[in-house]
């Protein structure tokens, strides 16, 4: 194997087909948003929806990629491509064979499913949801192999192939929605669900194809790379059920609270996943195989490349998260304001956003954090941390909701990951000294960027509101993109000619091409 491209150039492959993906996924919520509204149907959907990814994220198995991207180094440098494509090939058989397991067992237990995952659902809305749930549920045999076909891909150096995957299941999936709309046939967009899910699986599979793994069925429980694996799988997999009670109690919280609150919960928390998703994703993926070399070989660079992901991470989070806060009523107004959602859903979803967008930094920081435990095999602190915190917020949810509605869960969950980012920050610095330190200059160069733009976001809010919010749907979109992309460049300006916490340091280590690996 032999890595071509800079880590700057992996980055910037999955930013764009990130951005392109997410863009679509938002054209898709969109319709849905505009087919549907904040109704009863919407509210099941949402749920419905959600019990696929949630079910296989609980079993870790969408983070498999963090568990088997370390032993997958470790084989390919030690025994070479073809003992990598059949550990590969053992690993799928086995995965595939608890999906099958699983998806009966779900089948069985959807009517159970649904009630913990929305407890206050009774009656045609409890019917109609489990209806929804065990049609979209056999998606969960192409969603769940997705995490390793990832790892594979990640590791013989392509980072394309997933986005384009993305595209291909959201542009399916905006297809279904706007068959569904014509028809009037909500039937349409479950099983349009399935049909994306599948198309997603085939685009990886071929790609890994093509990097020179040939997978084949062969179940070999005995395999001691195999059980290296999903020994390190099991405290991701205990955290990864946690991480996923945080959204599912969310969700379950607010459907207690007045109709159409899971919905608009859904949407704001969809809005704090573009950027997540976009940069998070891409700079967390892009980094973490040469993070994982660099902890197998004990390499004096890691602790410079660490660092410089995570500060990366924060100064491209904090002008999102400014505007987001600051112009949360924009936002879901040109997003989703159409249809059957209103301008009273805009306010109240607003408000959920707002609570929210603290979320995107804290998670992205999140991402970078756990993958340098990962990369050290260290698992089980992020898993005490995330246990902790998650426990928290739902408890802190609870009264919370009870005297704000739902604007109080987004803000627990809030304060929950910041707890979370900063406890994984104090034992990371330990792990790699100085990774999460800032010096001082730069983080009050950092906070005062973030102050002025948040000022500055609530000026051209205001002004949206009283003059632009009923023109047409262009005029708002082009004013509010051109002072995004103004308030943008002008920050990162500031902060490259000021080379703030060592910018132009990152980007140029970032440029540097990666050696070779052994094994290749």
């Not at 194809?209 to 799988?233: K, M, Q, T």
Request: charged share 15%; proline share 4%.
């Amino acid at each position: 194997m032999k890595q071509k491209r800079s880590l700057l150039g992996n980055i910037s492959d999955m930013l764009v087909l990130t951005l392109c993906y997410r863009i679509i996924g938002f054209v898709r919520e969109m319709l849905v948003a505009s087919y549907l509204g904040t109704s009863a149907q919407a509210d099941a959907y949402s749920i419905a929806y959600s019990v696929p990814t949630a079910v296989v994220e609980m079993l870790a198995l969408g983070a498999i990629g963090s568990a088997s991207i370390a032993v997958f180094q470790s084989v390919l440098q030690r025994d070479g491509k073809n003992r990598l494509n059949q550990l590969y090939s053992r690993v799928m058989a086995a995965i595939l064979l608890a999906l099958a397991a699983l998806l009966l067992l779900c089948e069985l237990g959807a009517p159970v499913l649904t009630k913990l995952m929305a407890p206050s659902f009774s009656g045609e809305k409890m019917a109609l949801t489990v209806g929804m749930v065990r049609s979209m549920l056999p998606a969960i045999l192409f969603v769940g192999i997705l995490g390793l076909q990832k790892a594979a891909l990640n590791l013989m150096g392509d980072f394309r192939s997933e986005g384009i995957s993305n595209v291909v299941f959201n542009c399916a999936m905006v297809a279904g929605v706007l068959l569904a709309a014509r028809q009037d046939r909500i039937d349409i967009l479950i099983h349009s669900f399935i049909a994306a899910a599948f198309l997603q699986w085939l685009v990886q599979f071929r790609s890994v194809r093509r990097a020179g793994l040939r997978p084949s069925p062969d179940l070999h429980l005995r395999d001691d790379d195999l059980h290296r694996i999903f020994v390190l799988l099991l405290p991701i997999m205990f955290s990864s059920v946690v991480s996923q009670i945080s959204p599912v109690a969310a969700r379950a919280v607010a459907s207690t609270c007045e109709d159409g609150a899971v919905a608009m919960l859904n949407y704001a928390y969809k809005v704090t996943m573009l950027p997540i998703g976009v940069f998070g994703g891409a700079i967390a993926t892009a980094s973490f195989p040469r993070i994982s070399r660099y902890a197998n070989e004990n390499s004096p660079k890691l602790g410079e490349l660490s660092a410089g992901v995570f500060r990366l991470s924060l100064l491209l989070f904090i002008p999102m998260v400014a505007v987001m806060m600051a112009g949360s009523v924009p936002i879901i107004n040109i997003m989703f304001e159409r249809g059957a959602f209103t301008a009273a859903d805009t306010r109240e979803t607003a408000q959920l956003l707002c609570a929210y967008a603290p979320t995107v930094l804290l998670t992205g920081l999140i991402q970078t954090l756990n993958n340098e435990f990962y990369a050290f095999k260290r698992t089980r602190e992020p898993i005490v941390v995330n246990c902790a915190c998650v426990a928290g917020s739902i408890l802190l949810s609870i009264p919370v909701s009870g005297a704000c509605g739902a604007w109080g869960i987004s803000l627990s969950f809030s304060v929950g990951q910041m707890v979370n980012a900063a406890a994984l920050g104090v034992m990371a610095d330990r792990l790699s000294p100085g990774m999460a330190k800032l010096p001082l200059r730069g983080a009050a160069v950092c906070a005062a960027a973030f102050g002025v733009m948040c000022a500055a976001t609530a000026g051209l809010s205001l002004f949206y509101t009283r003059v632009l919010y009923e023109r047409s749907i262009l005029l708002r979109l082009g004013c509010f993109g051109v002072f995004g992309c103004v308030l943008m460049a002008a920050y990162l300006l500031l902060i490259y000619k000021g080379n703030v916490l060592g910018l132009r340091d990152t980007l140029r280590l970032f440029r540097s091409k990666d050696e070779p690996a052994a094994g290749a």
